[in-house]
């Protein structure tokens, strides 16, 4: 970007405000400053809250968000890109009435595809599937799915042939992009002592593992 887009909820600029019992959620403003720090747009990008439109996609042609339909929704979602003239475009479908997506994380895939992750909507909390899929872009076709046991913390591509991934409950593992075939888990484990992997970034074969404790690991991976 040669911008800066700075997201807040309010003129005020507080981001966030907290009660004792829960997230208090307020209507998203973005603002697209010049290097100069001129205020060049602003716009109501629509409802926001964590565990519905959370998404973060680094390395792409523009901001991408989470929109319900309508934008004042936690439902229908689309995945949208704010361009830099303020403009906003839909890209695909996240979502629909038949499957309620939360708490979602991605990265780009090979072949103008797109890999996210997410856990499906269950009355029950502890029942809802979690999964890893691929999507072609932008016309959300499925091209394969993966179920996973539990939330992604962080996923990268490795030489635009694999994904590596981290889980809640520790796991690290990493997929076959074309089919979504397991190529590798395990419980990630420092000195004997079970760990959570929290961050993952790839160079070529090289794998870096940032973990909830603190600790950077790095690998060589041989697949």
């Not at 019992?21 to 716009?43: D, H, I, M, N, P």
């Not at 981290?166 to 979504?180: E, F, K, M, R, S």
Request: with cysteine.
């Amino acid at each position: 970007f040669q911008q800066v887009i700075r997201i807040n909820t309010s003129s005020s600029r507080s981001v966030l405000t907290f009660s004792r019992y829960y997230l208090r959620t307020k209507t998203l403003s973005g603002q697209t400053l010049t290097s100069e720090l001129s205020q060049a747009f602003v716009g109501d990008l629509g409802h926001y809250d964590c565990f519905n439109h959370f998404i973060r996609l680094d390395g792409g042609d523009g901001l991408y968000f989470l929109r319900g339909t309508p934008k004042s929704s936690h439902e229908n979602k689309r995945l949208c890109r704010l361009n830099l003239d303020g403009s906003v475009d839909v890209v695909m479908d996240w979502d629909n009435r038949g499957s309620h997506l939360m708490e979602g994380t991605g990265c780009w895939g090979p072949e103008n595809s797109l890999i996210r992750s997410f856990k499906i909507y269950d009355p029950l909390p502890n029942k809802g599937a979690i999964q890893i899929q691929r999507c072609d872009m932008p016309t959300g076709r499925v091209l394969w799915t993966r179920k996973i046991t539990a939330l992604v913390t962080s996923m990268t591509m490795i030489n635009n042939n694999a994904l590596a991934y981290g889980l809640t409950d520790g796991t690290l593992g990493v997929l076959d992009v074309l089919n979504g075939t397991v190529l590798f888990e395990e419980c990630l484990a420092v000195d004997g002592i079970s760990t959570i992997p929290t961050a993952l970034a790839a160079n070529g074969s090289q794998l870096a593992i940032g973990t909830i404790d603190g600790r950077l690991i790095l690998g060589n991976l041989e697949m």
